[in-house]
C-alpha cells in the first residue's frame, strides 16, 4: 500500500490546526481518524509529517525474474514451478525457491492451467 503524498498529510493537519473538529476532517479527507492522530504524534515528534520509509530490505530478485522469467515461461509454459526454478538456475546460476518463482508468476499474470 503506497502513504499518503505529503501534501495530503499538510492539508490535513493544517484544517485540524485551523479548529475544525479531527472527525470531520477525517470524513472530509476520507481518512480514519486514527491516521490523523498518528499524523499529528508524528509531527510532534519528528517535526515532519513526511512518510516513513518502508521497513526491511529491498526485494534482490524482483527485478531480475521480472525481466527475465517471461522467455523462460513463453519457452516451457506447462513446466512446473519446481521445474521453472531448476530452469532458472541453470540460466542464471541464482538459486530461486519455489515461493518466490510462484509469486513472481502470479506476478507475471500466468496461471497454473496446464495442457491435459
Same mark, same amino acid.
Given at each position: 500500500m503506497k502513504a499518503y503524498s505529503a501534501d495530503l498529510r499538510e492539508k490535513a493537519l493544517a484544517a485540524v490546526d485551523r479548529g475544525v473538529p479531527r472527525q470531520?476532517?477525517?470524513? @472530509?479527507? @476520507?481518512? @480514519? $481518524?486514527?491516521? #490523523?492522530?498518528r499524523w499529528l504524534r508524528l509531527r510532534r515528534v519528528t517535526g515532519s509529517v513526511a512518510p516513513? $520509509? #518502508?521497513p526491511g530490505r529491498p526485494a534482490r530478485l524482483k527485478p531480475v525474474l521480472d525481466a527475465g522469467l517471461p522467455t523462460q515461461l513463453r519457452a516451457t509454459p506447462d513446466a512446473t514451478v519446481v521445474e521453472h526454478c531448476a530452469a532458472w538456475e541453470a540460466a542464471t546460476g541464482q538459486r530461486v525457491s519455489p515461493a518466490t518463482m510462484r509469486r513472481a508468476i502470479v506476478r507475471l499474470g500466468w496461471t497454473r492451467k496446464k495442457r491435459a
Amino acid at each position: 500500500m503506497k502513504a499518503y503524498s505529503a501534501d495530503l498529510r499538510e492539508k490535513a493537519l493544517a484544517a485540524v490546526d485551523r479548529g475544525v473538529p479531527r472527525q470531520q476532517v477525517a470524513h @472530509d479527507f @476520507d481518512l @480514519d $481518524p486514527s491516521t #490523523i492522530k498518528r499524523w499529528l504524534r508524528l509531527r510532534r515528534v519528528t517535526g515532519s509529517v513526511a512518510p516513513r $520509509p #518502508i521497513p526491511g530490505r529491498p526485494a534482490r530478485l524482483k527485478p531480475v525474474l521480472d525481466a527475465g522469467l517471461p522467455t523462460q515461461l513463453r519457452a516451457t509454459p506447462d513446466a512446473t514451478v519446481v521445474e521453472h526454478c531448476a530452469a532458472w538456475e541453470a540460466a542464471t546460476g541464482q538459486r530461486v525457491s519455489p515461493a518466490t518463482m510462484r509469486r513472481a508468476i502470479v506476478r507475471l499474470g500466468w496461471t497454473r492451467k496446464k495442457r491435459a
